[in-house]
């Protein structure tokens, strides 16, 4: 991997809270339009790490690195100016406004006007553009006017997803995006983030459970424990990987196996 095909990388990062050390010098690189997953065990120090990408936690020591520059040590909200949106688990939008004005202001947030309140409603036309295109993109523009609280849990992630692509970022971070899914409707939010990685021309970044979605759709995946890259490669090589299957018992390690087994995922 070259540095010119590299968005994101770290290197050495380590965070302790108190005499608890939750990353323990952890080297990354994710490739420019590529989709990594960070998988790992409870306790694996996965979330503390992806907390460290997204600014939420600052190091105690290493680096962060995003397009060559160091990130170290900005802010969340500078980081979402320099091209990184992020996701969380719990579903974050605001319900009583419609699906189009959760985006629309997502979109306007990082633009010129996002302190003008007192404005003409045709100006705000660039920032519409961009939110239909978005929604139809996440499959959500028939639903445009509906007010966000009557989506069901699925189409809600998909807002989500909506509002994370409005300001056009180039990286998207995302925690757990499946979590609180029921399985049905699983295929369809993952379609999705497919679709936007390959047609918008993003790089992703994704911490996940569900391991029939990480082996399906990631393109190389790290796996995490006791705050240590544990192993990392194409999801067959993860899958095949003794010593992930020891780390991982239990039904995780017969899911490793099925997809050894099939060769799912590469």
């Known amino acids: 991997m070259s540095q010119k095909t590299i968005l994101l990388e770290t290197q050495d990062l380590r965070k302790s809270f108190g005499g608890l050390v ?10 420019r339009g590529s989709l990594h997953s960070i998988i790992g065990p409870n306790g694996a120090g996965k979330t503390t790490f992806f907390n460290l990408l997204t600014g939420n936690h600052l190091p105690t020591s290493g680096t962060v690195r995003f397009r060559g520059q160091d990130i170290t040590n900005t802010p969340l909200h500078r980081r979402a100016h320099l091209g990184m949106g992020r996701s969380f688990q ?8 419609t699906v189009l004005e959760n985006v629309r202001l997502a979109a306007q947030a990082l633009g010129k006007d996002n302190f003008t309140l007192f404005r003409r409603a045709d100006s705000f036309k660039p920032y519409i553009d961009r939110t239909l295109a978005v929604l139809e993109l996440v499959g959500l523009r028939d639903q445009a006017l509906s007010p966000a609280n009557v989506l069901p849990h699925g189409g809600k992630r998909k807002l989500e997803l909506a509002i994370l692509l409005a300001p056009d970022p180039e990286l998207l971070l995302l925690d757990e995006p ?4 029921a399985s049905e409707q699983v295929p369809e939010l993952i379609a999705t983030i497919d679709t936007i990685r390959r047609e918008g021309g993003k790089t992703i970044i994704m911490v996940e459970h569900n391991m029939g979605v990480v082996m399906g759709v ?8 006791q705050g240590r890259v544990l192993a990392e490669g194409i999801p067959s090589e993860i899958a095949a990987n003794k010593t992930v299957q020891n780390v991982y018992l239990g039904d995780l390690y017969g899911d490793l196996n099925e997809a050894a087994r099939t060769g799912h995922g590469g």
């Open 22 to 31: 939750a990353v323990d010098g952890v080297t990354l690189q994710v490739e």
């Open 178 to 181: 499946t979590a609180g899914m």
């Open 218 to 225: 990631s393109d190389r995946i790290t796996v995490m424990s």
């Open 90 to 97: 719990i579903t974050n939008i605001f319900p009583n406004l």
